[in-house]
Nanobody, 116 residues
């Protein structure tokens, strides 16, 4: 089983940057695809970015060119670097570790608020 703890959220002005971290515990962290999702008030949770165990990445169109997902398997940690933040990026950001039928795990989330 994997436990995930997000950190790095906060209040930032539009145009600013934040770096989110997702620290994982448990075995085989490197074998999991790591994803960042977000959920804004009254909206459904949506995928922001994902990085596979092999290092391939994919991004939502709304964040391409502004956000970068990465991972450090030696630290069991995934990151989301967010630049040029916009008010519409305001949401609770959740980390996910997925290994298909072997399990999918979620953190409790970290709040990002972007003021205009």
């Amino acid at each position: 089983q994997v436990q995930l703890v997000e950190s790095g959220g906060g209040l930032v002005q539009a145009g600013g940057s934040l770096r989110l971290s997702c620290a994982g515990s448990g075995s085989f962290f490197s074998l999991y695809a790591m994803g960042w999702y977000r959920q804004a008030p009254a909206k459904q949770r949506e995928l922001v970015a994902v990085i596979t165990s092999g290092g391939s990445t994919n991004y939502a169109d709304s964040v391409k060119g502004r956000f970068t997902i990465s991972r450090d398997n030696t630290k069991n940690t995934a990151y989301l670097q967010m630049n040029s933040l916009k008010p519409e990026d305001t949401a609770v950001y959740y980390c996910n570790a997925d290994r298909g039928i072997r399990g999918s795990y979620w953190g409790k989330g970290t709040l990002v608020t972007v003021s205009s």
